[in-house]
């Protein structure tokens, strides 16, 4: 399946152009369009900002790549600002600009909808928001969407309710719904962060929120192995390693996430149930032994229900995170899966 690539520009969205070496010059095209979309959750159809990134190879074939809640799209490193998966994208990686374009979009929230939307948000909504997308930029059809956690179910939908525009999916650490394990993690979470609203303090819950999700995104291995060390009394109390470096996350989470965001697309991760068995379009799931958050037993009932699907399991210590921390690991996955259709 070839993707239809025409760049459609207006003066205050124009690429910018840098060559990289003779015959391959990198697009960039970072901006928004307004688009017409119809929230699951909610009532009419409403205009909405949707905020995109479109980069790569002038007329190569486009590929969808999409993250976790906490990431955006800005993927690949870009006028300096580095990116949430820039080992992986770029010049020379393994999802090379050189030979494709990749497609990223901001994650919607209810506000978004200008009040359409019941205060929740699904896969499906950013499913159809890169669908329309699409259609503004005048691509007809995406060779690859590759989506890590929450892109991955995203991914799900749009080839659910988007088939005839795309051509394979690779899934990182994402199933056709939330295990309910995690499910009551997250609830916790959420219930934290409501209750810091509640007494003025949503900073302080939010951080909460955010350190006690890195307990679940991470191996119980790798925790073992940095944080051993004993505690030190500081400040009138007996403070742990562990400790440390949860404050810094949370802090950092705190310093470009907001509550209501938060809120939002964590109860997306949990709303999402896709049916997959009218799935006619390969996939590839990509599973880690660690995986805490999406097991690989859920991985395997997916790939029973679709037709010809493939997993593969990594081993890795990071749990959740491996697909962002094992580059050496997923590279190959990535060349595998894209160069039939991208050469890369």
Known sequence: MSAQSAIHMTSAQASNVVALRPQVALTHQRGTRLVDLKPKYGGASSQVEVRYLWAGAAHAPTVVVQGGISADRDVFTLDGQPGWWQELVGEGRAIDLRHCRV????????????GQAL?????????????????ELGIEAVEAFVGY????MTGLAFAKRHPSRLGQLLMF?????????????RSIQRQIVRMGLASGQSELALSLARQLAMTTYRGSEEF?????????????RFQFPVEDYLNHVGQKFVERFDVERFLALSEAI?????????IQLPVTLIGVASDRLVPLADLCELQRSLRGATLEVIDS???????LKEVAKVAPLLRQALNCCCGV
Do not use: K
């Open 270 to 278: 949990d709303l999402h149930d896709v049916d997959p068995g009218a």
């Open 119 to 135: 205060g929740s948000v699904s896969t499906e909504d950013q499913a159809d928001a890169l669908a329309a997308v699409m259609t």
């Open 103 to 114: 497609l990223c979009i901001d994650w919607l929230v209810p506000g978004d909808f200008g």
């Open 149 to 152: 956690s929450f892109g991955a």
């Open 173 to 185: 650490s994402g199933a056709h719904r939330a295990h309910p394990m995690a499910t009551a993690q």
């Open 224 to 236: 073992s192995r940095r944080f051993a060390a004993a505690p030190e009394f500081r400040d009138g």
């Open 317 to 323: 210590p990071y749990g959740h995170d491996a697909s």
